[in-house]
C-alpha cells in the first residue's frame, strides 16, 4: 500500500526571538528524511534550501533577518515511488 502522510505548511511566522512562532515549523515534515525545501523571495532568488528538514527555517539569509514579506517555497517530498510536492508563499510578520 502506498500512502503519505501529508504535511501541515503554516502560511507565516514570527521569527522575533519569541516562541513558539519562531520558525517555519512544518509538521509531519521529519516523516520524510530526504525532503527538498527551498524559499524565495520575491524576485525568485534563493533564500533558504535544504535537504532533509532537521532545523527550521529561521527567516534569515546568511545570519541576517529578512524583511517582513511574503516568500515562495516548493517542498519535494522526494518519495521513492511518486512525486509529491507542494508550492506555495509563507509570510514572515515582526
Not at 27 to 50: K, T
Not at 70 to 82: A, E, K, V
Request: glycine fraction near 8%; aromatic fraction near 12%; proline fraction near 6%.
Amino acid at each position: 500500500i502506498d500512502s503519505i502522510n501529508e504535511i501541515e505548511i503554516p502560511r507565516g511566522f514570527t521569527p522575533n526571538n519569541q516562541e513558539p512562532n519562531n520558525t517555519w515549523r512544518i509538521r509531519n515534515i521529519q516523516l520524510y528524511p530526504d525532503v527538498e525545501v527551498r524559499v524565495y523571495n520575491a524576485r525568485g532568488g534563493l533564500v533558504f534550501s535544504s535537504v532533509g528538514y532537521e532545523r527550521a527555517w529561521d527567516g534569515t539569509l546568511n545570519g541576517q533577518p529578512l524583511p517582513v514579506d511574503t516568500y515562495y517555497y516548493t517542498i519535494d517530498l522526494r518519495l521513492q515511488f511518486r512525486k509529491k510536492s507542494y508550492k506555495g508563499s509563507v509570510t514572515i510578520l515582526r
